[in-house]
């Protein structure tokens, strides 16, 4: 129950049930009450504790924005009470835990605990450097794949983790991700935590966000106020624009209003120290010119979303290495960039021309890693959402400036903004492969191998294949699914009935299409008429079609509205794989409600590959052709 499944690309979420009983069972009444305890615990640890909704009576009394602002930070904020009590003490723990298995193992917190940038109830990120006592010997061999450390690692790890339940809970491994993790919850002090093992860049950017965070006074309070805000209006997090992502787009746009350095003049006078090709290191000492900006933090706040507001990430590049805007095109010749991007060019011809992503919604550069896109993960629909936002802003934010930005905060968290996330465009195509396998030979004449007349026999049984289960196809969706169909050759634009699919139609089209039209609902109420029938000359296609002649004669007893309810439209495109294989395409084309579609889909991909196996396996078996198994069909 702890892995993740999936069914036509919607994911699955298993509960384990729980028999509560007879609410009056003596025997029961402990249970439930346990039970009810555990949800209505589980429940409140889900409530986010810095939800606007909590913390709105804060700003009761508080006209000017700083103190406006202070009583939020006083809110959110991680304090340093609670970073140094339940935090800190986490990883010189798991140190003395895991030095029994590997003994230079060190562990190391980042994220933003260190960049000083974490609200409150935050997960924790843990790197751990294992060292080379304890791991197996072939972790030594150049180019092994990152999969087999990661089982290996994962399995040590786990195994300690499983054997000490009262300091580790909630184990979950996910060893697929891009940077695979484990996430756990840490008892002793009730944290969340991530733990990862693949590299400690994250360590070294971690340093870069706290420097950006303390180099002015102004810069942290702006930090959070922006962080939270994305937070508020849903722009942050899990599928959207990345903490870490976010926090770079803020110290960008520091970069060009002269309040933070390009982290190119804090690298270039000292010794690098690289990792996986990269220098992280930078010298914190640097000496720099005073800033020329004394804007206030509401001033601040202003210009960052007047900044964003228009942007346009389609086709500029934002670099905080140089703190320079690149056009996309830039990044398609890295030899032609400037010197300081050699590090970059270098790691492109090493690994196989393997460039930055740019061909995304938006692309801000990591800093460090000059090959990562720090918003990769980032939507259209949340880059539409984040700008509209940034616009939004902007308008309350004037009418705020008009009385020295007081009651800022509670006019925009208490705003509303309209058409924030366009909604998904709702999936009307739904695909699947049929393919040949040891069904090749299925509905060939019986003399197949004694004709002499066939000059190819190997191409005559492919596209005999071809044929029987384009016909087959067409006839699960009459005779199973009941549905009108007509059918459309190739791009043709008139669409003509055909009555049978000829072996000439099915050889010399590479695509042929169904457009199949129905109001009948045959995928309720099989399983009770599904008997078992003894005659075994009957086919599965046979078998189906009377379980659903039985299902609408059961139908017939109901309503109309039931069948106006259940329109369906849409066209079956088949087109011939390479291999021997049949690609079948869904496009719903009705105006109606995706719901009645999408179970048509479910039923339709759970069902057909079954009859289509079976019906070819009850060929190969009776030596019938497609002709011989339907000749009992009626009219």
Known sequence: MSKTYWLQREKLCLQRKIDYGKEGSPKNKKKYSQA???????????????????????????????????????????????????????????????????????????????????????????????????????????????????????????????????????????????????????????????????????????????????????????????????KHFGISGGGKISNYG?????????????????????????????????????????????????????????????????????????????????????????SELPNYMQRYQNFVIENNNRKLDVERPMCVQDPFELDQNTTAITPERVRIAFQRCCAFTVEICKTASEDNYNNLLKMLFNATPPNLIPPKKKKKTYKSVITAGRFVKAGLPANFEECEDIVDKEKYMKENWYHVVFNLIRDIYEMVFKLQVEVILDHETEQKKIQALSRAHTESHHKITFHCTGNKCVWRNRKKNNRTFLDVQLSALEKEAIVSDRVLEQLQNQQNDDAASTQLNFTCTLEKADSVAVMITLNDESNNSRSVFRQFECFADSIMAKIIEKTLLHMLQFHKTYSQLLQNRQP
Request: net charge neutral; with cysteine; glycine share 4%.
């Open 36 to 230: 009810q305890t555990e949800a209505a615990n589980k429940a409140a640890e889900n409530v986010d504790p810095i939800s606007y909704s909590r913390i709105n009576h804060v700003f009761e009394n508080k006209v000017a924005f700083d103190e406006e602002l202070a009583a939020l930070l006083n809110e959110i904020q991680l304090s340093d009470v609670e970073l140094m009590g339940r935090y800190k003490v986490i990883c010189p723990h798991l140190n003395d835990i895991f030095k029994s298995i590997f003994p230079e193992c060190q562990t190391f917190s980042f994220g933003s605990t260190v960049a000083g940038l974490s609200f409150k109830e935050c997960d924790l990120d843990i790197y751990m450097y294992l060292g080379k006592i304890g791991v197996p010997p072939f972790f030594t061999q150049p180019n092994l794949p990152q999969q087999v450390m990661t089982t290996v690692i994962f399995r040590k790890v786990r195994k300690v983790m499983y054997s000490m339940k009262f300091i580790f809970a909630d184990i979950i491994a996910i060893p697929k991700a891009k940077t695979p993790i484990i996430k756990f919850r840490y008892l002793p002090t009730n944290v969340s935590c991530d733990i990862s093992f693949k590299n400690g860049l994250g360590v070294y950017k971690s340093q870069f966000l706290k420097y950006c965070a303390l180099r002015d006074i102004r810069l942290k309070p702006l930090m959070l106020l922006i962080k939270y805000w994305a």
């Open 246 to 334: 976010l926090v770079c787009l803020v110290i960008f746009y520091l970069q060009q209003v002269d309040l933070l350095p390009p982290l190119l003049e804090l690298q270039k006078n000292c010794i690098p120290l690289i990792i996986n090709g990269w220098q992280v290191n930078f010298n914190e000492e640097t000496p720099l010119p005073p800033s020329s900006n004394n804007n206030s933090i509401p001033k601040l706040f202003h210009e960052f979303f007047s900044f964003y507001a228009n942007f346009d990430f389609f086709a500029c590049i934002l670099c905080l290495l140089d703190g320079n805007v690149y056009a996309a095109r830039d990044f398609a010749h890295p």
